[in-house]
């Protein structure tokens, strides 16, 4: 019988556009033994960089930038060496992680080069649908607290689709907008000693996310953290680390900002150990396409792209391939796997983990079993991707 899938496989490359093959036989290898899981649901956090590199981690073979802590989870967790972005600019990227469709589904294709936002469309039929797709048909709800809330209002119950508990100001916003984004609310932050407002963003999101996770110890909860690091400009507030290095100040920038999203993820995995819930969390670490060249910055100096050919905007390996790590010591099996692993596969995963059954319309296939040690996980017979220069020159 032939599914959407099988069709789609057979009409990617006669419609010539990007589409890379998969694997054959996606491989786990060095497993160790899974302890069960508890009795409650598992926690989920899911942190997505900005622009961060196949190669800019010590644990994908980074030998300039220091990221020790990043470095250590493959011992306690899944690494994947063949994971994909689904776009290779932001917007359609995370577009594509928050709603399991790959770009010649989804509806948000290019990131604006104006500045003006890309929304995604609330009403909209899919080919081959058999009807339209209502956020009160997919967002079937599950029983995990979310960040997601509106001001002045309680965090909701997280939902299979479209929550995003905290995304990407502009570093050193002035004011940082919450969530959600259709209602247009900006909400001033705190001022800092003195009395001046320009604060580094990802240190208020790091702050938000560690309360957050205080706040809803006792009960399963969904985070997802999306730190605007190290996407241009490569303005952070300490490069000390890297002041006896004879780069220039946009590389150093650059290091500090990488640096600084992996102590950003030790305290989230500090503050789970510390309230107890490592043997009870999942933890996803990516990033939402390939290493750019911007303001400055030269990905060739840190070897960002690794092995591969091409950054941001390529959709050449370099621009899509992207590190991911699973963490969960009691959750996750250990050891690496080179099963070709999409980023539509996340909304699919977080839902058989959170117990809920993953929406049937979507290309994401879940790689919940992998996690857990299944050398049969579903895997992709195709890749796609979809890159429109001619809408978006610039990207985001």
Known sequence: MSTRRTLLAGSTAALGLAAGA?????????????????GRPPNLVVVLADDLGYGELGAYGQKLIATPRLDGFPAEGLQFTDAYSTAAVCAPSRGSLLTGLHAGHATVRASPSSGARVPGRRHHVRPGAAGPWLPDRRDRQVGLRSGGHRPGRPPGRARLRGVLQLHRPRPRAPVLPRVPLAQ??????????????????????ERRALEFIGEHAAEPFLLLLTPNVPHAPSDVPDTSAYADRSWTAANKGHAAQVSRFDALVGKVVDRLRALGLEQDTVLLVTSDNGPHEEGGVNPDLFDANGPLRGYKRNLSEGGVRVPLIAWGPNRVRQGTSDRPTPLTDVLPTLAELGGAPAPADVDGLSAAPLLAGSPDSARHGHLYWFRDEWASPAGS
């Open 22 to 38: 998969a694997h054959a036989a996606p491989s786990v290898t060095a497993p160790q033994p899974a302890a069960a899981p508890g």
């Open 184 to 205: 247009r609310r900006r909400e001033p932050i705190p001022a800092n000693a003195g009395g001046a407002k320009a604060v580094y963003a990802p240190d208020l999101l």
